[in-house]
């Protein structure tokens, strides 16, 4: 983003993307029978309470940023074992984002037809954002490595030996995954994804 038009741009597709993300995590694991989220007011689609000021600035500095983690107490699930529990709250992230980007897909496409029109230039421009970044967003975090929705996604389908070794990842995950980050790894392992889950909404919206 190298303009404040670019910042216009892609502000409302960035908040969309890290509230809603944010907001499926705590609300899974409210219905799981945990209701720290809504204890500590995460369950809003208000973007205040989801944002991570440092996190946001380096999003827009250096294109790489985070939101402000939903704390889940998953001692407290009454509808599945802790184990699995994990794994669905995780996946209500990334899943989200996969919904709002078919939603914005889908938008595109109705609004081809008006692409000549001030209006619908207008939308068609903050639609393809909005597109983009929930695709990104989803692929980046369904990477496993700690503190990524991958990793519990994960350590939910692995045997308990595979869960316990990826939980142990933790203490190290955040240097590991600032590592790959700035050597550029990571985007050779979550940009083919998304490419992948793009291709996928592309071929399902624009058959």
Do not use: C
Request: net charge neutral; proline share 7%.
């Amino acid at each position: 983003m190298n303009s404040l038009y670019d910042m216009m741009i892609f502000l409302p597709g960035i908040l969309i993307a890290i509230t809603f993300h944010e907001f499926a995590h705590g609300w899974v694991a409210n219905a799981l029978g945990d209701d720290t989220p809504r204890l500590q007011g995460r369950l809003t689609l208000n973007p205040l309470p989801h944002i991570d000021w440092i996190g946001f600035a380096m999003l827009f500095i250096f294109h790489f940023g985070w939101a402000k983690p939903v704390q889940v107490n998953p001692y407290r699930f009454k509808q599945t074992s802790i184990k699995q529990g994990m794994m669905l709250v995780s996946l209500a992230g990334p899943g989200m984002n996969l919904l709002l980007a078919l939603a914005g897909m889908i938008a595109l496409r109705l609004l081809i037809p008006f692409h000549q029109s001030e209006w619908g230039l207008i939308a068609l421009q903050l639609l393809q954002p909005l597109v983009t970044i929930n695709i990104i967003l989803a692929a980046f975090n369904l990477i496993p490595l700690p503190p990524l929705d991958g990793s519990k996604i994960l350590a939910g389908i692995l045997p308990d030996s595979g869960t316990r070794l990826m939980y142990s990842l933790e203490q190290y995950g955040m240097f590991i995954l600032l590592l790959l980050i700035v050597t550029g790894v990571a985007s050779k392992i979550f940009l083919p994804i998304a490419g992948f889950l793009y291709g996928l909404l592309h071929a399902l919206v624009f058959f």
